[in-house]
T-cell receptor
Framework: SQQGEEDPQALSIQEGENATMNCSYK?????LQWYRQNSGRGLVHLIL?????REKHSGRLRVTLDTSKKSSSLLITASRAADTASYFC???????????FGQGTTLQVKP | SQTIHQWPATLVQPVGSPLSLECTVE??????LYWYRQAAGRGLQLLFY??????ISSEVPQNLSASRPQDRQFILSSKKLLLSDSGFYLC??????????FGPGTRLTVL
């Protein structure tokens, strides 16, 4: 399969805790992107990490990429109830020119 | 700044009826345009993408078609809807081979 496999499918934590979501893939990529989707809404781009990068930060988000293991993780630190959403990894390959989305991780942050 | 519009927001149609969903982008020129479908609780399935006026690539053979009559307009159509066409349809644009920006989506229910 070209798409990313996300783990876990669902995650429930308390406000203030950290949330970690993982994405594994099988193809070669140029970059890997993470998106967020609130229920019934469009997706919002969070962060893009290139294949030659290992770690990237954006506010409370930290993304890592291990191309040798073909895996990425998204860490949300000090989670808030407003972080409740589905999070998707998406793989981009210049060979195909397309962005392939994983099935997503549903995160619930309890106040 | 760039914005992307989709309409209608929700649609309920009988089986066998036609469909036309519209997507327009403002504030940019020659964007790459995409149509995705998302089943409940699932990831995104790429349906069509376009790199220019009149240029449409179809990803999944099905009961749908797409057209790009203008640079910033992308239309998703069907002559006869099936029950299986129900879902959440998302339009997205990108400035190139980078991150994508999504519209608010159209919830289609075929009865």
């Amino acid at each position: 399969s070209q798409q990313g496999e996300e783990d876990p499918q669902a995650l429930s934590i308390q406000e203030g805790e950290n949330a970690t979501m993982n994405c594994s893939y099988k193809t070669s990529i140029n970059n890997l992107q993470w998106y967020r989707q609130n229920s019934g809404r469009g997706l919002v781009h969070l962060i893009l990490i290139r294949s030659n990068e290992r770690e990237k930060h954006s506010g409370r988000l930290r993304v890592t990429l291990d191309t040798s293991k073909k895996s990425s993780s998204l860490l949300i630190t000090a989670s808030r109830a407003a972080d409740t959403a589905s999070y998707f990894c998406a793989l981009f390959s210049s060979n195909t020119g397309k962005l392939i989305f994983g099935q997503g991780t549903t995160l619930q942050v309890k106040p | 700044s760039q914005t992307i519009h989709q309409w209608p927001a929700t649609l309920v149609q009988p089986v066998g009826s036609p469909l036309s969903l519209e997507c327009t982008v403002e504030g940019t020129s020659n964007p790459n345009l995409y149509w995705y479908r998302q089943a409940a609780g699932r990831g995104l399935q790429l349906l069509f993408y376009s790199v220019g006026i009149g240029q449409i690539s179809s990803e999944v053979p099905q009961n749908l078609s797409a057209s790009r009559p203008q640079d910033r307009q992308f239309i998703l159509s069907s002559k006869k809807l099936l029950l299986s066409d129900s879902g959440f349809y998302l339009c997205a644009w990108s400035p190139g081979l980078k991150e994508q920006f999504f519209g608010p989506g159209t919830r289609l229910t075929v009865l």
